[in-house]
């Protein structure tokens, strides 16, 4: 989910203390990209969040916002996403991992519904994600039209990647997506993404190059023209409490 989480002791009554239960995270991106394409006209984003896990049963819930210029360039309104999700993970046999959960994604005063060729930019999906050793597979199902676009209900996402430690603070990120879009072909694309995070005392720096076979005629941004998939360096920071 674009967020990290990280410890936070939570003050009890019993000697048996709770941790890893409530986190914090702010941070800043070049280039706020999502699925591989601009939310934020290949401009800096400012984003941020909260996570809740119970860590005994695995449930957890959260809320994320950044950001964004596309609902408002595309001749709505509004200049944040607001995310919030709910799901469980655990384990279904040693070594596999799930993750099952639903996510709604907010556009305040969007007003997209009022704008000739799009609907309401608020989007709900499913996803459910198995992961073995350092890969993981995952699907989501948009139960909603998908981001402003008409007649989109049903569509997916296929995510396949692998998160490889090279060292105590240094991660490889490999990912390779595909958005499938019901009735509108130029909108379906692939996605890639090649980059490295390195952590270090509760600070985030990831560094990575992603690109996408998307349209780009479909995928230019109606404020300057310029192809929203473009091939960019991306960088980002990010701190947890």
């Known amino acids: 989910m674009r967020r990290l989480i990280c410890a936070f002791a939570l003050a009890a ?3 048996a203390a709770v941790a890893d239960e409530l986190a914090y995270n702010a941070g800043i991106t070049s280039d706020y990209r999502y699925r591989g394409i601009s939310q934020s006209r290949l401009q800096p ?10 860590s005994a049963s695995g449930l957890y819930a959260g809320t994320w916002l950044s950001t964004i210029r596309w609902t408002s360039d595309a001749g709505g309104g509004g200049h944040a996403e607001w995310d919030v999700y709910a799901g469980r993970r655990g384990e279904l046999a040693p070594g596999l991992a799930y993750d099952v959960g639903v996510l709604g994604y907010i556009y305040p005063a969007n007003g997209l519904g009022k704008v000739s060729g799009f609907v309401n930019a608020n989007t709900g ?11 993981y597979a995952k699907y989501s199902h ?3 039209n998908l981001f402003g676009v008409p007649d989109s209900r049903g569509s997916g996402y296929l995510d396949l990647g692998a998160n490889v430690p090279l060292n105590d603070s240094l991660t490889l990120n490999l990912h390779a997506g595909r958005q499938t879009v019901r009735h509108t072909a130029a909108a379906s694309y692939n996605d890639w993404k090649l980059g490295v995070t390195a952590t270090f005392s509760g600070t985030s720096l990831s560094l990575a190059v992603i690109g996408t076979s998307a349209d780009t005629t479909f ?3 109606p404020a300057n023209g310029r192809f929203l998939g473009k ?3 991306v960088l980002g920071v990010t701190r947890t409490f």
Do not use: F, I
């Open 13 to 15: 009554a019993s000697a």
């Open 45 to 54: 984003a400012l984003q941020g969040g909260a996570d809740y896990t119970d």
């Open 125 to 135: 999906e499913v996803y459910g994600q198995l992961g073995y050793g350092l890969a």
């Open 142 to 144: 948009a139960v909603t």
């Open 219 to 221: 995928y230019a941004s």
């Open 231 to 233: 091939r960019a360096l």
